[in-house]
């Protein structure tokens, strides 16, 4: 017997698709709210096609399951904000339009992104750090890409050692002294 409709889902098809992604990586629903940081129960809400994710959101989650752009546009589509997934050319060019003297558009993320793996690469001028999360069974994906001096990497190895010292007798809390900045 088919359960009765507990309300409009105006964004069914979207959310049954949100939904396949998640379940085709082997995800819980924990798992991807808190990669894309937003409540669990409002990734429920999405999914059952209740509610739809802002353009924020839906573009974290397009990331975070790592679709391809026609994929991408479909759920854009599905979501009711226009014919295709935003370029990000498109986005810096009309932000450049408006500013008028543009140096440098940057997204800024504030989020903490905890990692389980690094690989790090070294050249002449420096060193690559990537930092990355197994998700799933065995899916690792890229977090994040760090680079610097040699010089550089010395000072954070250092301030590592400092920051490592204090937090092991803080226990919770990293607290130094005001002349050791980390």
């Not at 709210?33 to 959101?57: C, K, N, Q, W, Y």
Request: aromatic share 6%.
């Amino acid at each position: 017997m088919k359960q009765p409709s507990i309300g409009p889902k105006p964004y069914e098809k979207l959310g049954q698709q949100l939904k396949q992604y998640r379940q085709s990586n082997q995800e819980s629903l924990a798992e991807v709210s808190g990669a894309v940081e937003v409540d669990e129960h409002i990734l429920e809400r999405f999914e059952a096609g209740i509610d739809r994710p802002d353009e924020e959101i839906l573009n974290l989650l397009i990331n975070h399951f790592q679709l391809k752009e026609n994929t991408a546009n479909q759920l854009w589509d599905l979501a009711g904000y226009g014919s295709s997934f935003p370029d990000d050319a498109i986005i810096i060019e009309e932000a450049m339009a408006a500013a008028k003297q543009l140096i440098m558009v940057l997204a800024t993320d504030n989020r903490a992104l905890y990692s389980d793996g690094v690989s790090i690469d070294c050249n002449k001028t420096g060193i690559q750090m990537t930092f990355t999360q197994t998700i799933g069974q065995n899916k690792v994906i890229q977090l994040s890409k760090l680079g610097m001096s040699y010089e550089q990497a010395e000072e954070v190895i250092k301030a590592l050692g400092i920051a490592l010292t204090y937090a092991k007798f803080s226990h919770n809390k990293l607290l130094l002294p005001p002349d050791k900045k980390v």
